[in-house]
């Protein structure tokens, strides 16, 4: 067919198609495609007549090879696979590596399994990495515990084409056996083991990559990502909702080593899609900010292809996929054709090419177990009038640990409405009915006075996704916690005792099965009556909370077992009568 | 060990590393090596009191990966790969891509299997392409025949690494099934299909590489090499024996594209390698021609690494094979000590790390099968008085067919010693002992007059290896023939009836089981001599004479079955008493 003697499908001419081999832009080209792979790219003068099915002429607009995100964790969309898909493509996203990290957290085997079969046969190429650390430590309650054995069950799988960000780099560091079985599964299997290691360095970070950890996209130092490139990883530049690193990491980028970076974003939010995109706006942004057009694009298209050992993708070449993504321009990076497989799926605002979503399973969709909850269960104890307190940070996930004298009642509870700033936070174990409830107090997540018998309460809590829910009263925070374990999970809002707002999120408590506007509105509606209740600045309510609970990032936390001091890495009690902290 | 807990193998302190991924140098580095893997890379700062059993200070000279020969056939040093290792190691080559190509046309599978065995555990990683096209064509009698099926027997092999190059573009661009079949087999095996597709281009080089064809070595011109970088394709940088491209070449490497190209000697002499250097030499006339010398290094080590799948080798990284090269500096590029699998096996003048050889099998010891030779079986009838004569071109492999008057006898047989300037060439099937001569007609290889009495002959002859011999004599022709037969294969000359020089080639008359001095002197001798006989300038006597009965190199050959004309792709008759070109 590239030689004309059988018509191909499709003709792409006048187009000028981004080289990502050679980082340049070749003008006037035609491209062949048949069996949804690329034939031949050559000047539309060496091929005036195209023996195809279907010819298409690009007006000299630009051709570039879909784009990848080279890390995203899809839950955080709180979308289902195929709805975030859905949301993506448009952006000219035909391929993403999916850490299903969350659903791995509740749902364990069965829940990558769900991810796979949801990702099916998708215009947008879902491959996944399979999650290294569930459960995040030893002390969680999590859903599932996924040792090398149970990995290994299906690290073979074609489209699991890495093991997900090694996060437990003391561990791997301190010659944990189960990680580096499960990095040596991977390694065997001919798959890449991916990397999480922020601020690393010196003979750590090279014990971490010898390991064979090839990737990290937790660093935005330049000098840290020098490291990682001599040392063989892959630097990801991370561009998600929460964080943003491309700015300070693009003047490590030359164009000597621009082979070995990618884009991705990690974590993002539905409405961050819609309004502003996916790994095109990164590219948009890049070369706003002096990034060669063709180095940027070659950064999502090749690079990641090349990190992952992902054959025949990544380029507009004979042999590759026909995944192509037709720009306007290199400048704003919109594109007004998308083709997936050889398949035009975008064509201006039509979508084509999903089938119908797949059937979740039932113990997907009916994953919350969550124990009777008595009326009194949430009764804080502190005999002493001096407690430990939990101080969020504005802008950051790093809280402080405090001690300070807080007014209880005449049973030695937290009196919380009488205590001015503080709100109480429960984490309520969800997975097995365990009645677990671990319980501390907050301060900086709410103004004084407001959310007057008010709570909020998310099934969303990372890493082990159990209830969380903060509020004013005991009564608030139980409806806003049992409204969401009769929803399957989702996200809750109560105000003046009762529910104002929610959000259900049936998919294991984290991915809704509606499409991103109707997420993205849910979610605004959420935030919106969170902050006029009185949230703090620098704080988002709900992704705040979410991190309430993951006790790798310090310094004071709480799971289901309790406070958790993450600097001392043990669990200890809310009540400080013991401590000799001076109170503030 | 890399974290000090342990002692390592060995630690180099300050070391300037060549970072392949930066492509950049890194000053004063201290390296640490345990069990043949490199465990860090770190500023020797860092790493004061390396935890090392042995610590080798590098004094700041430059220590780069071990180099790699990206394509070469090892059968073109007429060494053994023991002997040829021995030779390449001191250059700092610590890995080659050989394409057992000659010894499969004489021995197929079985001489694939001995080259396999006879390079295994040395300390240059030989790594082999499984060659694609035995025979070059239809026409030949070689001793062995490799279909798909029979390439697939072998190519799993750990230390198969490719399909070699697929030099029948014209059947893959026909869809010759086999073929195709063959290249398939390699990409479902996880394994590149190498390319030598000479002037192929536009079309034509799309439908070659959508094949899956990845890399072309027979390039030079600028031009070209774009249009393969764009369709995928690495190119090598062919700096052998024979052709030399590199200065052609360097105008099309930038920064952006350096990642697609690699280096390669593809057919090597002894003599070259002991005189010049191997890829050593190439980086320095590479650098010294303006290449930035870290991407020189990277296009030597990395690249051929990253285009062949090969992991863990390259790069001086943490998790690489230990693979080293300590060189003076990095403009001439003369290594000091070499270190293979973290073992050191140059050190000045001192080579180490060699079992001893494996036995050759019989089969490949005793390759030559040739019938008896008849007292009159190089009577060359010319009834008409004119002949087809092939004429060399100086300085070339393209012949010239030319039609002129020759003197014959009065049976009506050349009468070679009566025509001046010319000789006869015969080409004698010796696989099976076939009884099957070729004969033909040379003009320019030898001046008139001279080589009274004498002839040359040879057991190389591309591709199909039969003894190949040119001479002004008919019993002289016999004498070298039946000597080169009677020494198990090898080169010999005849001069005045007697033979004077003669180099056996035991190992499937293609190799010898001397090492590369020896070699290299035997066939100085020969080459002297022959030029004293008078071989014309611009030929190679041994060379050239290979060469006469590759059918597939334009436009007048002989092989065993007679005079080939290569345009036409067919046999034709000496006698041209039908002819009507022009006599000359």
């Known amino acids: 067919m590239a030689l004309g003697r059988e018509a191909c499908d499709l003709a792409l001419i006048h187009a000028n198609v981004v080289d990502v081999f050679g980082r340049t832009v070749l003008q006037d080209r035609t491209v062949l495609v048949a069996g949804g792979q690329i034939l031949a790219v050559v000047p539309s003068a060496q091929c005036p007549k195209p023996n195809a099915k279907e010819i298409f002429d690009c007006q000299h607009r630009y051709l570039t090879p879909g784009l990848t ?21 448009p952006c000219g996203t035909t391929c993403v590596i999916a850490d299903p990290h969350e659903i791995a957290n509740v749902a364990g085997i069965s829940g990558i399994q769900y991810m796979l079969d949801a990702s099916e046969n998708l215009p947008v190429h879902i491959l996944l990495a399979m999650p290294s650390c569930v459960p995040c430590t030893p002390f969680e309650d999590a859903g599932a515990s996924l040792d090398a054995d149970a990995i290994a069950s299906l690290m073979g799988h074609e489209r699991i084409c890495a093991l997900g960000e090694v996060m437990n780099y003391p561990g791997l560091l301190a010659g944990d056996d189960d990680l580096l079985a499960k990095v040596e599964k991977a390694e065997a299997l001919g798959k890449v083991a991916d990397g999480h290691c922020p601020s690393l360095s010196g003979l750590e970070l090279h014990a971490y ?28 530049i991370r561009e998600g909702s929460a964080a943003q690193g491309l700015e300070q990491m693009l003047p490590a980028v030359n164009s000597n080593n621009a082979g070995r970076f990618c ?24 070369v706003k900010l002096g990034l060669p057009a063709a180095t940027a694009v070659a950064m999502a298209t090749l690079n990641p292809a090349q990190c992952f050992g992902l054959a025949h993708r990544g ?13 306007e321009d290199l400048v704003d990076f919109k594109p007004c054709m998308v083709w997936s497989d050889g398949a035009c799926v975008v064509n201006g605002s039509t979508i084509s090419g999903f089938r119908k ?15 009777e909850l008595a009326p009194d269960c949430l009764k804080l104890p502190v005999p002493s009038g001096r407690a430990r307190v939990i101080k969020i940070n504005p802008f950051s996930l790093v809280t402080d640990s405090i001690v300070m004298d807080v007014i209880t009642d ?15 936070i429960a984490v309520i174990e969800r997975h097995k009915g365990l009645n677990r409830i671990g319980l501390g107090i907050l301060k900086g997540y709410f103004y004084s006075g407001l959310l007057l018998g008010g709570a909020v ?7 082990s996704h159990n209830i969380v829910v903060a509020g004013r009263t005991d009564e608030g925070m139980l409806l806003a916690a049992r409204t969401v374990a009769e929803m399957g999970g989702g996200l809750c809002m109560v105000r003046d005792g009762k529910v104002v707002s929610s959000l259900s999120l049936p998919v294991a408590g984290l991915m809704s099965q509606e499409g991103a506007e109707s997420v993205a509105k ?8 969170a902050r006029q209740c009185g949230c703090c600045e620098g704080v988002t309510p709900l992704t705040t909370l979410a991190f309430m609970a993951l006790c790798v990032i310090p310094s004071l936390k709480v799971n289901t077992r309790g406070l958790f001091d993450v600097n001392a890495f043990k669990f200890v009690p809310v009540d400080a009568g013991d401590d000799n902290t001076d109170c503030i």
Chains 1, 2 share one sequence.
């Open 315 to 327: 380029a507009v070449a004979p042999g590759y996929k026909a995944d192509l993504v037709l720009m």
């Open 522 to 529: 849910g979610l605004k509606v959420l935030e919106t009556i």
């Open 69 to 89: 995100d080279a890390h995203v964790h899809i839950e955080s969309t709180l979308l289902t696979p195929e709805n975030f898909a859905r949301a993506v493509l």
């Open 457 to 463: 309460a998310t099934s969303i809590s990372h890493d």
């Open 209 to 236: 990559a010898g390991c064979g950890i090839r990737a990290d996209h937790e660093t935005t130092e330049p000098d840290l990502i020098r490291e990682r490139i001599e040392a063989g990883m892959y630097v990801f």
């Open 410 to 424: 005449e049973e030695g509870n937290l009196a919380t409405r009488k205590n001015k700033d503080l709100c109480k």
């Open 263 to 286: 884009f991705c974003t990690d974590d993002l939010h539905a409405e961050d899609i819609l309004s502003s995109g996916h790994i095109n706006s990164i590219l948009a942004k890049a």
């Open 357 to 371: 979503p797949v059937a979740v399973p039932e113990e997907i969709l009916h994953s919350m177990h969550v124990a």
